[in-house]
T-cell receptor, first 116, second 115 residues
Framework: AQSVTQLDSQVPVFEEAPVELRCNYSSSVSVYLFWYVQYPNQGLQLLLKYLSGSTLVKGINGFEAEFNKSQTSFHLRKPSVHISDTAEYFC??????????????FGQGTRLTINP | NAGVTQTPKFQVLKTGQSMTLQCAQDMNHNSMYWYRQDPGMGLRLIYYSASEGTTDKGEVPNGYNVSRLNKREFSLRLESAAPSQTSVYFCASIRRVQGRTDTQYFGPGTRLTVL
């Protein structure tokens, strides 16, 4: 079974500074990776996904992530953060379960706090 | 196009009471899911329905039952609520295509407190 580890539970950053949120997954033959964002008291929204192809994936709101197969990592980056990026971020890997259904396995989440 | 909707948004129960959380999607998706979110634990899968007429257990199914009422609706029932079921519950859906993976879309969540 797949597993995901988010290495930092909380990341405080000053506004306009760069940020990296780290994610490692258990290795598998095929892997599909996702980053979701959860703003306070809301559901999860997809930031970006890696299914195949280019290892550098660009998402919404200026975020990007790099798939590194040798290090089994999928770290999320943004060169300059804004107050509005304050949220919880979840890394997830897709696993195929019964009847071909896709199941997402989530990391524990990283709370990103942007300070002025 | 409302996406994935959940009712209610908030609920407080006493230990031993029962309730049903409702979920509906209008995206013609095949598969639907129920997750619970607890601090420091991410989201954990309770039950899923790969297609209409089928349901299967996820990672943490104990104390829950589900019904896939039709293609649009997937409900989660707590028969006898316990304080350990205090959590935020999310419903999700996905368009399942054989041999391909796709994006899961999430509802806004139901915040449940069991006293």
């Amino acid at each position: 079974a797949q597993s995901v580890t988010q290495l930092d539970s909380q990341v405080p950053v000053f506004e306009e500074a760069p940020v990296e949120l780290r994610c490692n997954y258990s290795s598998s033959v095929s892997v599909y990776l996702f980053w979701y964002v959860q703003y306070p008291n809301q559901g999860l929204q997809l930031l970006l996904k890696y299914l195949s192809g280019s290892t550098l994936v660009k998402g919404i709101n200026g975020f990007e992530a790099e798939f590194n197969k040798s290090q089994t990592s999928f770290h999320l980056r943004k060169p300059s953060v804004h107050i509005s990026d304050t949220a919880e971020y979840f890394c997830a890997v897709s696993d195929i379960v019964g009847q071909g259904a896709q199941k997402l396995v989530f990391g524990q989440g990283t709370r990103l706090t942007i300070n002025p | 196009n409302a996406g994935v909707t959940q009712t209610p948004k908030f609920q407080v129960l006493k230990t031993g009471q029962s309730m049903t959380l409702q979920c509906a999607q209008d995206m013609n998706h095949n598969s639907m899911y129920w997750y619970r979110q607890d601090p420091g634990m991410g989201l954990r899968l309770i039950y899923y329905s790969a297609s209409e007429g089928t349901t299967d257990k996820g990672e943490v199914p104990n104390g829950y039952n589900v019904s896939r009422l039709n293609k649009r609706e997937f409900s989660l029932r707590l028969e006898s609520a316990a304080p350990s079921q205090t959590s935020v519950y999310f419903c999700a859906s996905i368009r399942r295509v054989q041999g391909r993976t796709d994006t899961q879309y999430f509802g806004p969540g139901t915040r449940l407190t069991v006293l």
